[in-house]
Each structure stands twice: as C-alpha cells, then as structure tokens.
C-alpha cells in the first residue's frame, strides 16, 4: 500500500502555490524550487502569488478534501492601508460583499480583531514607507476561500491588503517556519 506523505511549508512572497508553470511568458517561481517533493504532490487550496505563509501539501487527494471543506477554519495576518476602524472590524465579522464569478456574494461570518505588528521577516519586496501612510493589521479568520477572498474583504471595508500571511489552517500553525522552510509531517487533520 502506498504510503502517502504530507508536508507544511512558508510559501514565501512571489511564488507561485503549484508545481507547474502553465504561462510561457513570464518565469514564475514554484513550490518545488523549494524542496524535492515527491511526484505526485498537491498544494492543498493556495495562495496567490503576492500572499506568504502557511500552505499544506499532500500526495493524498482525500486529505486535501477535507481541508479545503468550510469546516476547517483558515486564520490570516493582514496588514492593511490606513488604521482600521472597530465599524469596519464589525463588518468583517458579519460579512461583506464582494465579487465572485462575476456576481455579488456575501461572505460568510467569521473573526477578525485588531493585532499589533506579527513578528514576521520583512518581505523581500518592499511594500512602501511611513511617507504613504499609517497601516495596522489586523487577524482574520474564516472558513471559506473564495478566489482572493481577503483581499476582496478588506477593500470592501474601505482598507485595502498591503501584506497578507496565513498563519492558520484547523491546529496547524505557521509557528517558527522562515519563508521558504519546509516540515514533512506524519498527518495534517
């Protein structure tokens, strides 16, 4: 019987969460520049592209299944342009609008509070200075994943994402993983 493997990693800022790159144009970076997984892994949900953190990978397509069901809880770090405000901190906790597919969708409930600045490495790519600015960042944490989900949420709030870093996916935690580290473990659920 085949014995599956299951890995937790950092994506780092400006990867790509797949192993293959379909665009000829362009030279992204991806996951496997990162370690050798073994053929036939999976990232299990993704991140885009400007977003960092924790990203499970799987060779077990039934696991990755399960986490990407809106049972298991995703908790994100984001740092947003201007201080944000407790109204719009409500809103966010209700649901807001946003578009999906070309409609109008509600978000459903989930949690979002102000926090002080995550003790993260800078990202390699300078977001921007004091000059533009105040920022703060806030957690949020909801268990669905709409195409760019959070980012939508935020500016939907009127305080658009600079930084995003998932730190959470149901009890496995980012915890002391640098970007680009990686950590095969045992099980992921």
Do not use: C
Not at 73 to 94: H, P, R, T
């Amino acid at each position: 019987m085949l014995k599956h493997r299951h890995f937790i990693i950092h994506k780092p800022y400006g990867f790509l969460s797949q192993f293959i790159n379909n665009q000829t144009k362009r030279k992204k970076k991806m996951l496997g520049e990162l370690y050798d997984f073994p053929e036939g892994t999976m990232a299990i949900g993704r991140l885009d592209v400007p977003s960092e953190g924790l990203l499970l990978l799987t060779t077990n397509g039934k696991v990755s299944e399960q986490v990407r069901s809106n049972k298991i809880e995703k908790e994100y770090y984001v740092q947003v342009d201007g201080i944000i405000s407790q109204d719009a901190i409500n809103k966010l906790q209700k649901g807001v609008e946003i578009g999906f597919n070309g409609k109008k969708y509600i978000t459903k409930p989930g949690k979002a509070f102000s926090i002080v600045k995550p003790n993260f490495p800078d990202r390699t790519q300078k977001i921007r200075d004091e000059r533009h600015g105040p920022t703060s960042w806030i957690a949020i944490t909801i268990t669905e994943g709409k195409f760019r989900q959070v980012r939508k949420m935020t500016a939907a709030v009127g305080f658009p994402t600079l930084r995003l870093i998932r730190v959470r996916i149901g009890e496995i935690f980012i915890g002391n993983l640098k970007p680009g580290d990686v950590k095969e473990v045992n099980e992921l659920i």
